[in-house]
């Protein structure tokens, strides 16, 4: 590979810059490149999930926090002042956002078909990609013939079609890696060709969580086992220098098999110089990861290695700097450094103000898509008799989940109808997936009362699961609850304004119950930690557990409606993972499609079947967007009242229990 600034437009897309001898007067990090020494540039990009333009499709208006398209202006920026760099992304760029389920339910991809994200990536000019875990989302078949139009290659080296004895005896699923040749300038302006090897991995978790299209197609290895025989062939072929795309997020710090956020083992592994990460929407360097053992999350180094996490949906883009040395015929590593570059900051009041504008090219690669996506997304489907809101669904019965709810029940009523449980009772699993916390205080469901379009619907349900049906006792339903129960910290009764939520629980795994009803006793501990794995045996966080009136009892008998990852073992809940009596061929999405379709108009009043247990004396605080303040009065089973204004944007709410 030559460098940037001399490589063809249809290799390297239409955005290379020129050769930046005003670089030195901008970063002292270049200036110190002497004979024999060369600075490069390593940027990633991580987690887009198809976030090209600064668009929002759900609300259907422009923003300023995502886009490939303003992350391409960093890019731009540092091939006009950096001599030497090079562009790779970490995974989950296919799906994410109504675009990518246009492309694949409803336009399909043909033979030949150019995908909007590649094209966009194509035109930025990307060195090289990995496979994140939400490509697999929609078939094998749709990820081959979307992978074809890429005009850089794409690594993964843990997934297989065919699994040998060793790693490096499998037939991968594309390239395990790729070693390019790069020319870069040394600080004398002598040029050194350097082999960079390019090595990707993905959470082995897929088999559980895209089980219906990898089952009996592909197998997946353990990331840390899988590098280790693959980095010494890499290095036997010359690689120089070798960077790991670890679509797997900082975890703990001891390798385990088969973990899902591996990259503080993978760091240890001998060979690889530098880590791309990812999967976790998080950014690093920064204080996302502040005390985590083996990382220096201010200088950004993973065992002293240097690593980078650029956020997700094109927030940030992740820069390594390596100062390389040429002595002897080897390449060494001298000194590196590590940032991330954001597209927007919040300023006063949590305002989003934008750091860079779109990049016009990039726009215009994908314009045809985003116009058809937008008449796909405006489509009406039917109608609403109360507003569809989110904005308590962390702290009370809520609309958005119920509806998701009613949909399910309704769907797997009819599929039970002439199978061996028909007769057992049906309920329904549902969480609300738009609940701020990460995306901000804007990252809410908030839909009017009156025409509901599929935009909405795919705002109700952000991802493309399938319906599945588990049969599972009234001890593991116990069990489901107690593990959702995690989303709340432990609260001490007679206490004022304690912290309610759990920061480290993700809201996707707050299951609500329809059909049963229940209450959160917040003065017991956690039966859970975050991962699933049960710290407090004997707790009891749910009580009052009643079906039609009456307790249940731990052998009594449901059929619970839900979605392929949580029936598949996704979120680690008792009553998963070998329960599973059916497997849908439609997706959530559709089937609430259908389901307003078929009611014409929805009544989404949740019906408050669960709420916290009393606790006198007690009050607790939350953090939600500042437009819940238009729904307080609607919300039933809790006591809410404003508190103020809380961090980033957020605004406070009190509960009294």
């Known amino acids: 590979m030559t460098s940037s600034h001399l490589l063809l ?4 897309g239409f955005l290379g810059g020129v050769a930046g001898a005003s670089f030195i007067a901008l970063h002292p990090f270049s200036a110190r490149a002497a004979a024999n020494e060369a600075h490069l540039r390593i940027m990633e990009t991580t987690d887009l999930h198809v976030h090209v333009m600064p668009y929002d499709y759900y609300s259907d208006r422009q923003i300023d926090t995502v886009g490939l398209a303003r992350t391409t202006a960093h890019i731009k920026a540092i091939r006009s002042e950096a001599t030497n760099s090079m562009l ?61 139009g890429a005009a850089f290659p794409v690594v993964s080296a843990n997934v297989a079609l065919e699994a040998a004895a060793d790693p490096t005896g499998d037939k991968t699923l594309v390239k395990p890696y790729v070693i390019l040749e790069k020319t870069v300038v040394d600080g004398a302006g002598t040029e050194h060709n350097v082999k ?49 795309l670890s679509h797997s997020g900082i975890g703990a710090a001891a390798w385990s098999d088969g973990m899902e956020n591996a990259s503080i083992p993978l760091a240890e592994v001998d060979g690889i110089d530098a880590l791309m990460t990812g999967h976790s929407h998080l950014v690093f360097p920064g204080p996302d990861y502040a005390e985590t053992p083996g990382v220096d999350a201010a200088n950004g180094t993973i065992h002293g290695k240097p690593a980078v996490m650029g956020g997700f949906w094109g927030s940030h883009l992740g820069v390594i700097d390596l100062m390389l040395s040429f002595e002897g015929g080897e390449v060494s590593i001298v000194s590196h450094a590590s940032e991330v570059r954001p597209i927007y900051e919040r300023g006063e009041g949590g305002a ?13 690669s994908v314009q045809t898509a985003h116009e058809e996506t937008l008449a796909y997304v405006r489509r009406a489907v039917g109608k609403t ?3 569809l809101q989110s904005y308590f669904a962390l702290v009370a019965d809520d609309p958005s989940v119920q509806i998701v709810s009613q949909a399910q029940l309704w769907y797997i009523a009819q599929m039970m109808q002439g199978t061996a449980y028909e007769g057992l009772p049906i309920l329904s699993a549902a969480a609300p997936f738009k609940a701020g916390g990460r995306g ?29 049906a588990v049969k599972i006792t009234g001890a593991q339903l116990k069990g489901w609850l107690e593990r959702s129960a995690g989303m709340f910290n432990q609260i001490t009764p007679g206490e004022a304004d304690q912290v309610l939520l759990n920061p480290d ?50 052998d009594m008998e449901f059929v619970v409606a839900t979605n392929n990852y949580r029936a598949g073992g996704g979120g680690h809940f008792p009553g998963t993972g070998d329960t599973i009596i059916f497997e849908g061929p439609d997706t959530n999405r559709d089937v609430i499609v259908r389901y307003i379709v078929d009611q014409g108009t929805i009544n989404p009043s949740a019906d408050a079947n669960w709420h916290f247990a009393a606790m006198p004396g007690t009050t607790v605080l939350f ?35």
């Open 9 to 12: 437009p249809t290799r390297r």
């Open 88 to 148: 790779v992304d970490n995974g989950d760029f296919l799906q994410g956002n109504p675009m990518g389920d246009y492309m694949a339910y409803e336009k399909g991809m043909k033979e030949g078909d150019l995908h909007p994200v590649i094209a966009a990536m194509n035109t930025v000019g990307f060195d090289a990609s990995t496979l994140g875990n939400h490509e697999f989302n929609y078939g094998l078949d749709f990820l081959s013939k979307s992978l074809a």
């Open 196 to 244: 960079i090897g390019l090595i990707g991995f993905v959470p082995p978790q897929i088999m559980t969580w895209d089980r219906r299209h990898l089952e009996g197609n592909v197998t997946a290895r353990d990331i840390v086992e899988t590098a280790r025989a693959w980095v010494p062939q890499m290095k036997e072929e010359g690689a120089e220098i070798i960077i790991a």
């Open 352 to 364: 989003i103000v934008a750091l860079v504008e779109s990049v016009p090219e990039v726009e215009a």
């Open 385 to 387: 008799s109360a507003p």
């Open 440 to 468: 901000g205080p804007e990252y809410y469901t908030d839909v009017p009362a009156g025409d509901v379009a599929i935009k909405n619907v795919a705002d109700l349900y952000l991802y493309p699961n399938t319906v599945r």
């Open 505 to 554: 629980f993700p809201s996707y795994n707050f299951d609500v119950m329809d059909g049963v009803t229940y209450e959160i006793d917040l003065s017991q501990p956690m039966m859970f930690d975050r991962d699933g794995n049960v710290i407090n045996e004997g707790a009891n966080r749910i009580v009052n557990l009643q079906f039609n009136g009456a307790p249940v009892t731990d």
């Open 623 to 657: 953090d939600t967007g500042p437009k819940a303040a238009e729904y307080i009065g609607d919300v039933k089973g809790v006591t809410i009242e404003p508190a103020g204004e809380g961090p980033d944007g957020f605004a406070r709410f009190r509960i009294a229990l």
